[in-house]
């Protein structure tokens, strides 16, 4: 079972709308990674964050969408504006580092 | 950039049969890449199967076993005799050696393991 929580665990959305997903990293993980992965099984990368610093980040992520991880709060993506090819399965990972990552069950997204 | 290729998309294999998944990867990035198996199982997460840091090294976890080789930049899944419950889908990964580095993912491949 996950330790690492994400909401909701399904989401439609109109084209243009936004679309916020939440994620509770596993307790004393001190990196979020966040991953959208397409009907293909294809992952990408979007952005992390260590201690609510964003690490890395794809120029996707600089857009339309935007991520942030405050301290004592959930860890949050939100698109701001849903286009059809956003549709997608969300996932949330934490990690001590070391490569190893302890994923959520993802937030499947569908824009109409 | 970085890569990973696994070439089978779909394995049906015969449960006490023999399993090999492969997967190569590629990276212009990273001198000395670690690499991963993860595993989700119908209705769970992504989970770790298991990790190799160093060239030449074998991982093994749940009677799967994956070497590292460094020449022919591969990590190919193996596992002598499958049971029902490996079904699943497994995926290759490489990451950096930094603490925080992201992972790059193969595409999948479904495991389904006929009684």
């Known amino acids: 079972n996950s330790k690492v929580i994400q909401t909701p665990r399904y989401l439609v959305k109109g084209q243009g709308q936004k679309a916020k997903m939440r994620c509770i990293p596993e307790?004393?993980?001190?990196?979020v990674f966040w991953y959208q992965q397409n009907k293909n099984n294809e992952f990408k990368f979007l952005i992390n964050f260590q201690n609510q610093e964003v690490l890395q980040q794809i120029d996707m992520t600089e857009k339309r969408f935007s991520a942030e991880c405050p301290s004592n709060s959930p860890c949050s993506l939100e698109i701001q504006s849903s286009e059809a090819g956003d549709s997608a399965l969300y996932l949330c990972a934490s990690s001590l580092g070391g490569g190893q990552l302890y994923f959520g069950e993802g937030s499947k997204l569908t824009v109409l | 950039g970085d890569s990973v290729t696994q070439t089978e998309g779909q394995v049906t294999v015969s449960e006490s049969k023999s399993l090999i998944i492969n997967c190569t990867y590629s990276t212009t990035s990273i001198a000395y890449p670690n690499l991963f198996w993860y595993v989700r199982y119908p209705g769970e997460g992504l989970q770790l199967l298991l990790k190799v840091i160093t060239a030449g090294q074998k991982g093994s976890s749940r009677g799967f076993e994956a070497t590292y080789n460094k020449e022919t930049t591969s990590f190919h899944l193996q596992k002598a005799s499958v049971q029902e419950s490996d079904s699943a889908v497994y995926y290759c990964?490489?990451?950096?050696?930094?603490?925080?580095?992201?992972?790059?993912f193969g595409d999948g491949t479904v495991l389904t393991v006929k009684p």
């Open positions: 990964a490489l990451g950096d050696n930094t603490n925080t580095g992201k992972l790059t």
């Open positions: 307790k004393g993980h001190p990196v």
